[in-house]
């Protein structure tokens, strides 16, 4: 059924927020989106866990400050980067169907067996970490070389309260959030 398009039915952003976006658009660093970076990602992921992998950008949202344990989901797969030499962290979500999807495609499995409410076990988090560290090499070799950056995986986190302990969640926040195919599954990827 087809409904009349209604501006009023956009939702409202602030100036400050579309300044924001703007300015972090212009001065993001192009890399990771040039063409024949996916294909890098795809070929460092791919043969690890014998399956299609693709990624898409989505779009940008602002977090408000004290918003992130709002938009966060628990049991959650979230990975805190370091940004050395820069004191400011990252945070990688990954929705947990698609962790635990990659974690039994590089051991092995069907993947028939996930259940994405349930957290991960520090087993299989060491095992996601190999996945993570795969993808960081890649983002290292461009973005990082490009920015003068180090990409560092400070820890994997599957609950908020976890994650306080390196990771503030009481500041505003721009995300950036992907599209993430694995096989025939999609799950979302976010980089806060």
């Known amino acids: 059924k087809l409904r009349k398009f209604r501006w009023s039915a956009l939702p409202r952003i602030s100036r400050l927020q579309a300044r924001v976006i703007n300015t972090l658009l212009t001065h993001f660093p192009q890399t990771p989106f040039e063409r024949g970076f996916k294909d890098k990602l795809r070929n460092a992921l791919e043969p690890i866990l014998h399956a299609d992998v693709d990624v898409w ?5 602002i ?6 344990p709002r938009v966060l989901a628990e049991p959650c797969c979230a990975a805190v980067l370091g940004l050395v030499p820069r004191t400011e962290k990252g945070l990688v979500e990954i929705d947990l169907g698609s962790a635990q999807l990659a974690i039994d495609k590089l051991l092995g499995g069907s993947a028939e067996d ?5 957290p991960l076990s520090e087993i299989e988090e060491g095992v996601f970490s190999f996945v993570l560290l795969k993808a960081l090499a890649v983002v290292q070799e461009s973005f ?18 976890s994650l306080q302990a390196r990771f503030s969640v009481d500041e505003p926040l721009v995300c950036l959030s992907f599209k993430l195919f694995i096989d025939k599954r999609v799950g979302s990827l976010r980089l806060y």
């Open 57 to 61: 950008f989505d779009g940008v949202k």
């Open 63 to 68: 977090i408000d400050a004290g918003a992130l």
């Open 114 to 118: 996930s259940d994405a409410h349930r």
């Open 144 to 161: 990082g070389s490009e920015r003068q950056i180090g990409l560092k995986l400070e820890g994997l986190h599957g609950t908020l309260e």
